[in-house]
């Protein structure tokens, strides 16, 4: 990760009283001021064009044994400067990042207890982020979190994309709601993991609201690093939300020792939606790349025996019966239970299928380890051991097999959530992926945490994850964490955290189907984190097409499904469906091969949350474009303007579309495929069907196309 540019403006140091200190975007849109209260209460609030957005809204932390860092604060000095730079990162949306901010530093003394307390703040042009800060001092060591109390004081009733608060589970479909509906909606959309100390009106991050003047904002925190994840509580009378930190076994929220600080407090602001699909602001607070050496991190497009197990065709488990006794048996004399889907011959196909294409880099194998049997959906403090194929899976023949056809094969560690066991076994773990060829893992924590009482977004936990990317980093091995916390740009510093799920993914579609706005949600709020293992490309849009069990149905056409490659931004992108799905509709599959993981530029060209989304983008490696489009359960004609394309040259373009009569409840798999010639003053209006979308390819034309009519798409 170069850094390409530096430049820091000069640093003023103010002498300060209990004044208010006021700093501006870059771009002078946002501006934000700080003040103490007569109590010593430290506030701030912020400005968009001159409006407010943010109200005064109180800062502090309640400490549990000692006296609260809340009030009676006074004021030292504040340092003012200004930063500059880009970035290149290992793998993005771009190539380049800017990042550029003014920044607020603020020294605070409690006076009856001589402590001292440090709040920090940058202002980008599309957002600020806040945090606390700790110096090493005499009073102050050892604190154990009782409660945050970070305020969001907001101007109004505003729009809201959200989920409700859970300690452990962020596979929720997204509400749209006013914020005062949220107390009548989430308890009905709360999991059993829900704590009952948790308020009704507590919601997750990243949360996203919408102003009636057309003002968006999204909430949500960086560098989550040794500290508890935070959500959201509103207060519908105040109209003021306030941190609420998830946690431990026995309630505290948290544990630090000076010097120390905390992660950021952030929200993006901008009356253009485009914009908030653009901000870079979460991996901007994030520190620069820790590895010195990236050139073994290399973005992923992968197949697996995943979705014929999600769906119920096959088995994650090898043999007949449950409540085997991993340590005490001998799998070679149990009787194969025949759905085993990790079994060598099948993961063969696989392989025949995906590297046909040359364009997939890894198949995962789900169910090759084992152990399945004896977790049977139960927490146990031992059930894999992460190194022990089953009898079935010729581990060596297979990643043989896979690498003479340019493949690799893609580990799986389900966890069962028993995290002493797999932080003990976690270098041999690896040690064995290094030795058997294997540099990336899907990591998985279903269930409970063991040992009970903790929760997936605890302290514990995220010092949990953060230490399997670390380790995983030393034996150059990338992650895919599933069922972990949500991102929080950590990625910017170990570009080897590749993906993760923390959101309700395409699996979902397996187990009674998900709203189709749901995709046009996500890169609004989960996705200002990070990258997601979305999962996408489904073809057989009918389950029980190949599982009569299963009764579920995708609620989206094949042409939205191909869109999601380009509209669901990850480094790490599967081709979710079987290779005998893929073959019904082969020249649709063209699309999957031909779209890139790796990015040059983005153009976000149209996009509202909870309606649609279109974004073109440019391949890293060749000169070619990719456009994706997405809309929620109403059919709309989108105009798609072309004006990112180089003005003295000609395309051509290949458009998959819905068809007239496409529609995700009543006909998903209909689509058409359109090809024509495109230059950067071409506006084509593409239909999107209900749950429906479109993906296009581009290319330059070449001499052989020159009788080539332009797109016409009716």
């Avoid at 907001?154 to 300690?167: E, Q, R, V």
């Avoid at 996408?536 to 069990?549: A, E, N, V, W």
């Avoid at 359960?633 to 989108?638: D, F, H, L, P, V």
Wanted: glycine share 6%; with cysteine; net charge negative.
């Amino acid at each position: 990760m170069k850094r390409v540019t530096i430049l820091i403006a000069l640093v003023a140091t103010l002498a300060t009283s209990a004044m208010a200190q006021t700093i501006s975007s870059p771009n002078g849109q946002l501006s934000l001021t700080f003040a103490l209260t007569d109590n010593g209460t430290p506030t701030y609030a912020v400005d968009f064009k001159g409006e407010p957005v943010i109200l005064p809204s109180a800062l502090g932390l309640k400490l549990n044994g000692t006296a609260d860092l809340l009030d009676g604060f006074s004021a030292g000095e504040a340092v003012k400067s200004t930063f500059d730079e880009v970035w290149e990162p290992v793998w993005g949306e771009e190539t380049h990042i800017r990042n550029h901010y003014n920044e607020l530093l603020v020294r605070l003394t409690q006076t009856a207890t001589g402590r001292q307390v440090n709040i920090r703040f940058r202002l980008f042009n599309d957002g600020y982020g806040l945090r606390y800060e700790f110096p090493r001092q005499r009073r102050l060591t050892y604190m154990t979190i009782e409660d945050e109390r970070t305020e969001w004081a907001l101007t109004g009733d505003h729009k809201a994309f959200w989920i409700p608060g859970d300690y452990s589970s962020q596979e929720y479909e997204y509400v749209e709601s006013r914020l005062s509906e949220i107390g009548e909606l989430a308890p009905l959309y709360k999991r059993k993991s829900v704590t009952t100390r948790f308020s009704d009106w507590g919601v997750q991050t990243a949360l996203t609201l919408k102003t009636d003047d057309g003002v968006y904002i999204t909430i949500h925190e960086a560098a989550l690093i040794d500290y508890s994840c935070m959500h959201l509580v509103y207060n519908p009378e105040t109209k003021v939300f306030t941190s609420w930190l998830t946690p431990d076994a026995i309630g505290n929220k948290g544990y630090i020792q000076t010097p120390c600080t905390t992660p950021w407090r952030t929200a993006v602001i901008t009356d253009d939606a485009r914009e908030l699909l653009a901000s870079r602001l979460t991996l901007n607070l994030n520190e620069p790349c820790k590895i010195e050496d990236t050139s073994w991190i290399k973005p992923v497009k992968y197949m697996g025996v995943w979705w014929e197990l999600i769906t119920n065709k096959n088995s994650w488990a090898y043999a007949k019966g449950g409540n085997i006794k991993l340590d005490l048996v001998d799998y070679s004399k149990l009787e194969p239970n025949g759905r085993h889907g990790a079994n060598t011959e099948n993961v063969k196909r696989y392989i025949d299928f995906a590297s046909k294409w040359g364009c997939f880099d890894q198949l995962l194998v789900e169910g090759w380890n084992i152990g399945w049997e004896d977790w049977n959906g139960k927490q146990k403090d031992y059930v894999f051991d992460f190194v022990t194929p089953y009898p079935d899976f010729d581990l060596p023949e297979l990643q043989k097999y896979a690498n003479e056809k340019g493949m690799r094969l893609m580990m799986h560690h389900e966890t069962s959530s028993s995290i002493r066991n797999y932080e003990r076994r976690m270098d041999k773990a690896y040690q064995f992926m290094v030795d058997n060829g294997y540099n990336a893992v899907k990591s998985g924590y279903v269930g409970h945490i063991v040992p009970r009482g903790e929760y997936h977004y605890g302290q514990l936990m995220n010092n949990h994850y953060q230490y399997a990317v670390e380790k995983a980093a030393e034996y150059k091995i990338m992650v895919n964490a599933h069922e972990a916390v949500r991102p929080t740009g950590i990625c910017r510093t170990w570009p080897n955290l590749i993906g993760n799920e923390s959101a309700r993914g395409t699996e979902y579609q397996s187990f009674g189907g998900i709203h189709p706005q749901h995709v046009t949600i996500l890169p609004f709020t989960r996705l200002q984190g990070g990258p997601m293992d979305y999962t996408p490309g489904i073809f057989c849009m009918d389950l029980s097409t190949f599982s009569p069990k299963n009764t579920s149905k995708c609620n989206s056409t094949l042409a939205n499904q191909l869109a999601l490659y380009v509209t669901m931004y990850s480094p790490l992108q599967m081709a979710a469906d079987m290779p005998e799905n893929y073959e019904r509709y082969i020249d649709a599959f063209q699309f999957i091969v031909d779209v890139p993981v790796e990015w040059t530029e983005s153009r976000y060209l149209s996009a509202e949350p909870g309606d649609y989304i279109v974004i073109a983008r440019k391949d890293k490696n060749s000169p070619k474009w990719f456009v994706g489009g997405v809309t929620d359960e109403n059919q709309r004609t989108m105009p798609v303007k072309f004006d990112f394309l180089d003005k003295k040259k000609q395309y051509v373009a290949t458009v998959y579309a819905d068809t007239a009569d496409a529609d995700y409840e009543k006909n998903p798999e209909s689509y058409r495929i359109v090809e024509g010639k495109v230059t950067a003053k071409t506006v084509a209006n593409i239909f999107m069907a209900r749950g429906g979308g479109f993906a296009i390819s581009i290319r330059e034309a070449t001499a052989a196309d020159r009788k080539m009519k332009p797109l016409r798409i009716k």
